[in-house]
């Protein structure tokens, strides 16, 4: 497994890379021309658990996409877009359920690991929401907060990728929401697993999109 597959080196190029494999599962990319003013970004789980080095789930891949997804945080608020930020930990009394029993880890709301990483470009004044399975629907009012804002796109960043980014992005796709992903701010602690779901997704779920491109088409909003 390598942890260190993406750095702030190769990060363009692999993004050229994974897009190029993607070619032949997203034909639907025409259809589907990302349009950012009824769009919200969502930041999957940024959090000390995964980003700090002092953590047994630190991940590098995730530190390295920090600057693309602070990028687009930078572009939404500067046009009034909606940011979301999950972060994943259990109430001091929640039971776990058959997550707590796959993993044989519980992150709780207590630990300082559940917080966003300082590094995230997070404002106490944004939509911050806790949940405590991989999907940001499932028992949230993640849906209810998106209608009400008249959202119809989500453009996905954050960790990890084949789990809880995975996961949101099926159920989103799945609520009739146009889902973009961005495959050079979204990580995992492996490229293997990054990529397969990247591929799985783009045949059924969502549009792959770089950061660059989210950048270009929101600077263009007037």
């Known amino acids: 497994m390598d942890k260190y597959y993406l ?24 259809k589907f021309k990302f349009n950012p003013e009824t769009s919200a970004l969502l930041i999957i789980d940024m959090q ?22 602070n990028s687009i945080i930078k572009e939404y608020r500067k046009h009034d877009l909606p940011i979301i930020f999950t972060f994943h930990a259990l109430e001091r009394d929640e039971k776990p359920g058959i997550m707590g029993r ?23 004044s944004d ?11 499932i028992g949230t009012n993640l849906d209810q907060i998106l209608k009400n804002m008249e959202i119809d796109k989500l453009v996905i960043t954050g960790v990890m990728t084949h789990l809880c980014c995975d996961s949101t992005a099926r159920d ?11 495959v050079d701010a979204t990580a995992t602690d492996d490229e293997t697993l990054h990529v397969s779901s990247l591929r799985t997704l783009s045949d059924g779920f969502v549009i792959p999109i770089k950061t660059n491109d989210v950048l270009k088409e929101v600077k263009h909003i007037e």
């Open 102 to 124: 796959w993993w044989g880890d519980i992150l709780r709301v207590t630990s300082p690991l559940s917080r966003i990483h300082s590094s995230i470009h997070c404002k106490k």
């Open 172 to 182: 989103a796709f799945m609520r009739d929401y146009g889902v973009y992903f961005v």
């Open 7 to 30: 750095t702030e080196q190769n990060i363009l190029s692999k993004a050229d890379e994974w897009l190029n494999d993607l070619s032949p599962h997203s034909s639907r990319q025409n």
């Open 127 to 137: 939509i911050i929401l806790r949940k405590s399975r991989y999907s940001a629907f």
């Open 48 to 69: 000390e658990y995964f980003l700090s080095k002092e953590s047994h789930a630190f991940m590098p891949a995730a530190m390295t996409i920090v600057p693309n997804i």
